[in-house]
């Protein structure tokens, strides 16, 4: 199924050509303007990016959210050296979103018609079947919503998680169960990193042969930390009362933390907040949530993610086990690895604490 084939028989409104970029400054569009989302747990500067697969080529689409009135999206297509970037103006009524407006803020070509075309429709419809879950034990609210949107060839299944901003939407795929698509990356804007948003380009991680094995005559030691016994050996160097090294591979720690107070008119529960946190991505740093593993109660969870260096195009397996104190902080063991050495000795960083 290929989007490009259906929606080039239609015509979806007339569009205004630049040849280079008109300069915005999108947050300008964002003061004194209602923030409704806000209910739903999306705040000023929130984002989601998705990989599309109704494209031939590889291709990411993003959605930045100012107010309820203003939208900042991009379509980016690496092969062809293509970015379109819009931000759209529109009034919302229940579940519909109602373009009113629209400034292009990337240079276009007339080749770009069918990709301004394209995110002017799916920005409403997305908009229009995203769901909002609710959890009742579990860690967060989840949902599987089957719905019928023509533009994507009919039936579609979608995957809703309530941490994930704006839409809230994971995951679609279609009727042969193939993905059209798939969320890559949450997080929220800060100051001037609104670039890292419109400049948006996928993670691609370097291969690297694992270094590290594990000694299995090394001397074991457990140690105890705020009551968390670690299950360590003479591999691990002490750096901190609450940290160890393992050489150049691995870092172990343990912290208490405050749940982060809840937002206003927010209803995420301070769990969600907190998975919102963990899981959203920076410009110095990607999460790929394709590879989030989110297991456990409200009380304990693990969070298990492979998280993208953009400095150094390196990805490592970061495992944070998150435990409710009765005085209402967090306990978190955070064990962060190098990917290759956690995939060669998963058995072995496994072990390290209940």
């Not at 720690?253 to 946190?277: D, H, K, M």
């Not at 104190?325 to 960083?349: C, D, M, R, W």
Request: hydrophobic share 40%; with cysteine; aromatic share 12%.
């Amino acid at each position: 199924m290929n989007f490009y084939h259906i929606l080039t028989k239609k015509v979806i409104m007339p569009i205004l050509w630049y040849g280079v970029a008109v300069i915005a400054a999108p947050f300008l569009f964002a003061a004194q303007k209602p923030l409704t989302q806000a209910a739903q747990g999306t705040f000023s500067g929130d984002y989601v990016i998705y990989r599309d697969y109704s494209w031939k080529s590889p291709t990411w689409i993003g959605f930045l959210y100012y107010d309820d009135e203003t939208y900042g999206t991009f379509i980016h297509t690496p092969d062809k050296n293509s970015t379109v970037s819009i931000l759209f103006s529109g009034t919302a009524e229940g579940t519909k979103l109602s373009l009113t407006g629209q400034q292009i803020i990337s240079p276009i070509t007339p080749d770009d018609t069918f990709a301004v075309n394209y995110l002017m429709t799916l920005l409403p419809k997305l908009y229009e079947v995203g769901t909002f879950p609710r959890p009742k034990d579990e860690v967060y609210g989840a949902a599987a919503v089957q719905a019928h949107i023509e533009e994507f060839g009919g039936a579609v299944d979608l995957r809703f998680q309530s941490f994930v901003p704006l839409f809230h939407l994971t995951s679609m795929t279609g009727a042969k169960k193939e993905l059209i698509l798939e969320l890559t990356e949450i997080g929220t804007i800060q100051g001037s990193s609104e670039s890292s948003f419109y400049g948006y380009s996928p993670a691609e991680p370097k291969t690297a042969a694992a270094a590290f094995k594990a000694d299995k005559k090394a001397q074991k030691e457990t140690v105890s930390v705020s009551g968390i016994p670690l299950l360590l050996d003479s591999q691990w160097k002490k750096i901190a009362d609450n940290s160890f090294l393992c050489g150049n591979t691995a870092f172990l720690t343990v912290s208490s933390i405050a749940l982060p107070p809840p937002e206003n008119s927010s209803s995420l529960t301070q769990t969600e907040q907190l998975i919102r946190i963990l899981t959203g991505s920076s410009q110095y740093a990607k999460v790929l949530l394709p590879y989030t593993v989110i297991t456990g109660t409200a009380d304990t969870f693990t969070l298990t993610q492979s998280v993208y260096d953009v400095e150094s195009k390196k990805v490592s397996k970061d495992i944070k086990r998150c435990i409710k104190n009765k005085n209402g902080t967090i306990t978190v063991i955070s064990l962060t690895v190098e990917s290759s050495a956690y995939h060669a000795e998963q058995a072995y960083f496994d072990r390290l604490f209940p």
